[in-house]
């Protein structure tokens, strides 16, 4: 059981940056992050995987970074140029054996409780 904790949300304004960071408990060959805004799907939003590397959403490409430290239990995502959009309750998520192609939520049996971000325009 990998146990997840997510921290570093907050409100900013449109154009302005934050940083996420998660702690698993225990390591995790894929681990990520999806997002939830009120009334929508929880969408992937990036992923680290240390068998095939980095995914984005096309959504936020280019303005997000993800990474992961040496320890491999800690991973982040740089938010820079935030748009309104991106508010949403973001999760981390883990998974052992590699990421998934389809990015189901259901691939993901692993998820942290969730951190608010707010982008005011």
């Known amino acids: 059981q990998v146990q997840l904790v997510e921290s570093g949300g907050g409100s900013v304004q449109s154009g302005g940056s934050l940083r996420l960071s998660c702690s698993a408990s225990?390591?995790?060959?894929?681990m990520g992050w999806f997002r939830q805004a009120p009334g929508k799907e929880r969408e992937g939003v990036a992923t680290?995987?240390?068998?095939?590397?980095?995914t984005y959403a096309g959504s936020v490409r280019g303005r997000f970074t993800i990474s992961r430290e040496n320890g491999k239990k800690l991973l982040y995502l740089q938010m820079n140029n935030l748009k309104p959009e991106d508010t949403a309750m973001y999760y981390c998520?883990?998974?052992?054996?590699?990421?998934?192609?389809?990015?189901?939520?259901?691939?993901?049996?692993?998820w942290g409780q969730g951190t608010q971000v707010t982008v005011s325009t």
């Open positions: 998520v883990a998974v052992s054996g590699g990421c998934s192609v389809s990015w189901r939520p259901l691939d993901f049996p692993y």
């Open positions: 225990e390591y995790a060959s894929c």
């Open positions: 680290w995987d240390d068998w095939g590397g980095t």
